[in-house]
């Protein structure tokens, strides 16, 4: 199957995915932009291994997005499928509207829904307009499905697929995870009998650490706090750290992976008090090593994957008082704890990259051999 996908910058975890699902097809990714203004360094040390990866000469607009008239010359005859996992970039609606013009067939992919037109009906007629016409749509979430139709697409042209940065070598064995969180917590010198609750991400407004902070003046057991990230918010971080008196708050830099996976394993709890994601990736990982998650209804990865009172909780973005009781509840039920752990480590087994391949090329199988290209014009 030779197929062509269109997004905007070769993220790791895209390339990861995209090097696994090229090993059982013939694929090419054409990117808008070698790398997101937003992120480090570490964002641009990738390698296309398993696909063809095409990076366009373009002008940046935004952080990870580039204008370039030169993905048409990409667009042709001769693939089984064009996706295009970047619709409402200048590149993606460039290449939708190039498709349509030549009757190109062409499906819609996202991980998360885009931001609310408001009350800009012009906004909302362009995007019916992009995204009506595609032979069909792969979505990760009851959230990018509710999108997908309100700008035209058929319930039935939707096709779900598990968005993950996690490799199934990555999944902590239960067996073997008290010895390696005793092993992690001696590596970064964390007090052993002392819980600790993690939060990753960028230092943004967004991620809402400023409510995980205050949370952490409301818990009743004592529990070291690690947010480890980097970005514009540190010195407000520091500020609220100080006012508030927190004795035992780590406020840390981006780590390298390795370092990242020991912080995973030394914790107790993750959370994750976005006000806003279209996804939550940092969900994914902490559920991979076994971490009960208490994260917000604004972040869809979270609202996908946490059953409450399963595997984690959920609270209003915001509420550093629902948090900061979901904390202490996990915190103090050792029962409710383990229990949490291992329905994570099981269910977070449906979300691995091979997975998210394995179901990308079982899709798309499935499209080719019911020829509901047809349809198209």
Request: net charge positive; with cysteine; glycine share 10%.
């Amino acid at each position: 199957m030779k197929v062509l996908m269109l997004t905007n910058i070769p993220s790791p975890y895209r390339v990861a995915f995209l090097n696994e699902w090229g090993r059982s097809c013939d694929l090419t990714a054409v990117f808008e932009r070698a790398a997101s203004s937003e992120r480090d360094g570490s964002w641009s040390a990738y390698r296309f291994t398993g696909f063809q990866g095409i990076i366009l000469k373009s002008i940046p607009v935004a952080a990870d997005k580039g204008i370039s008239l030169s993905v048409i010359r990409y667009l042709k005859k001769g693939y089984d499928f064009i996706i295009v996992a970047n619709p409402i970039t200048p590149v993606g609606m460039l290449a939708i509207l190039t498709m349509n013009l030549r009757r190109l067939p062409y499906l819609i992919e996202g991980d998360g829904p885009g931001a609310a037109d408001g009350k800009s009906r012009l906004r909302s007629l362009v995007k019916k307009r992009l995204l009506r016409k595609a032979v069909g749509y792969l979505s990760p979430s009851k959230a990018l499905d509710a999108y997908y139709q309100r700008y035209g697409a058929a319930k039935e042209r939707i096709w779900r697929y598990p968005f993950t940065s996690v490799w199934e070598r990555e999944i902590a064995d239960p067996a073997q995870l008290d010895d390696r969180k005793r092993a992690a917590r001696i590596r970064l010198g964390v007090d052993p009998e002392r819980k600790m609750i993690l939060a990753v991400g960028s230092f943004v407004p967004n991620k809402g650490f400023d409510v995980l902070l205050r949370a952490a003046g409301l818990l009743t057991r004592q529990a070291a706090v690690y947010l480890v990230g980097g970005g514009e918010e540190f010195p407000k971080y520091r500020e609220i750290v100080e006012q508030l008196g927190l004795p035992e708050v780590y406020i840390l830099p981006f780590q390298v992976p390795e370092i990242l996976t020991d912080y995973y394993l030394a914790a107790d709890v993750f959370a994750f008090p976005t006000r806003g994601d279209s996804w939550g990736l940092v969900v994914n990982e902490a559920m991979a090593h076994g971490l009960p998650v208490v994260s917000t209804y604004a972040c869809i990865g979270a609202v996908e994957l946490v059953a409450e009172g399963e595997n984690g909780f959920l609270v209003d973005a915001g509420d550093e008082f629902g948090l900061a009781g979901r904390l202490n509840r996990i915190l103090e039920e050792d029962g409710l704890r383990g229990r949490m752990s291992a329905n994570n480590l099981e269910k977070i087994r449906g979300y691995t990259i091979e997975e998210m391949a394995r179901r990308h090329g079982r899709i798309l199988e499935q499209l080719k051999g019911a020829d509901r290209c047809i349809s198209f014009f």
